[in-house]
T-cell receptor
């Protein structure tokens, strides 16, 4: 069964600290993996997309990694800011279908 | 460039009533999606249109939900009659072609509460 599992479910960190969010998937065949940021009351916004051959991709303070062998991805946030408080959703594409994770809810406190 | 527009933003109805949501995608985008997002969960695809044809509606509860995309532009999603478990945020998204690496652009969503 195609599944995307994210951990932790929620996370609280202090402003300025780093954090890493995890995404494990059992999706086949694999096409690509995307991380979205969803602010409260808003629709998701794409942060980065990773294909099979990519190991690391950065977008400002966000760095995504992909290990296609172990079917794991991570999103690392450096020097967190209050505006990073949001839900982060991992989405894996299999052929023409998208499989969404339940998200990690991040709260950055001053 | 204008984003995906949705209305209304909020809707409260009683069970067994009907409700309709409207979506205006980004101009020129061929693919339009409707998602249901229950609190604390990721979005679940309800229906995908390619221009004005349906590509995937396998998870649409067809006994109560219907959607159309007239002239391949705007779309409406209707629920009739609504149930308590339909309380959720309904997200509309669009993408240029619907291909594998296409980015989906989401609207702000409509928050539906069924009492």
């Amino acid at each position: 069964k195609n599944q995307v599992e994210q951990s932790p479910q929620s996370l609280i960190i202090l402003e300025g600290k780093n954090c890493t969010l995890q995404c494990n998937y059992t999706v086949s065949p694999f096409s690509n993996l995307r991380w979205y940021k969803q602010d409260t009351g808003r629709g998701p916004v794409s942060l980065t997309i990773m294909t099979f051959s990519e190991n690391t991709k950065s977008n400002g303070r966000y760095t995504a990694t992909l290990d296609a062998d172990t079917k794991q991805s991570s999103l690392h946030i450096t020097a967190s800011q209050l505006s990073d408080s949001a839900s982060y959703i991992c989405v894996v594409r299999s052929s023409y279908k998208l499989i969404f994770g339940s998200g990690t809810r991040l709260l950055v406190r001053p | 460039e204008a984003g995906v527009a949705q209305s209304p933003r909020y809707k409260i109805i009683e069970k067994r009533q009907s409700v309709a949501f409207w979506c205006n995608p980004i101009s020129g985008h061929a693919t339009l999606y409707w998602y249901q997002q229950i609190l604390g969960q990721g979005p679940k695809l309800l229906i995908q249109f390619q221009n004005n044809g349906v590509v995937d509606d396998s998870q649409l509860p067809k006994d109560r939900f219907s959607a159309e995309r007239l002239k391949g532009v705007d779309s409406t999603l209707k629920i009739q009659p609504a149930k308590l478990e339909d309380s959720a945020v309904y997200l509309c998204a669009s993408s240029p072609t619907g291909s594998g690496t296409d980015t989906q652009y989401f609207g702000p969503g409509t928050r539906l509460t069924v009492l």
